[in-house]
Nanobody
Framework: QVQVVESGGGLVQPGGSLRLSCEAS????????MGWYRQAPGKERELVAG???????NYGDSVKGRFTISRDNAKNTVYLQMNDLKPEDTAVYYC?????????WGQGTQVTVSS
């Protein structure tokens, strides 16, 4: 079975930074893309950032210029560097791997931006 484990969430002050990581362990076949999504209370899950196995990236409009996604294909690991965090960034963050078979999701990690 495939296990997707996230880490790095927590409480941070506005303007601060956090680095999230997510590793997929077990047999996962031909990962085409990896990404980060987030969901705030009462809101729908939204795309934060995505990256293909070839390194192409895309970002949600609200995080452009502040967040950076990166990956290590050999380790099946995706990272999200979050800078200049704002209270509006408070949400549960989920990582995602898209393979030829299906997509895999992490359990979510809480990010809270507050004074």
């Amino acid at each position: 079975q495939v296990q997707v484990v996230e880490s790095g969430g927590g409480l941070v002050q506005p303007g601060g930074s956090l680095r999230l990581s997510c590793e997929a362990s077990g047999s996962i076949f031909s990962v085409y893309a990896m990404g980060w999504y987030r969901q705030a209370p009462g809101k729908e899950r939204e795309l934060v950032a995505g990256i293909t196995a070839g390194g192409r990236t895309n970002y949600g409009d609200s995080v452009k210029g502040r967040f950076t996604i990166s990956r290590d294909n050999a380790k099946n690991t995706v990272y999200l560097q979050m800078n200049d965090l704002k209270p509006e960034d408070t949400a549960v963050y989920y990582c995602n791997f898209v393979s030829a078979i299906r997509s895999y999701w992490g359990q979510g990690t809480q990010v809270t931006v507050s004074s």
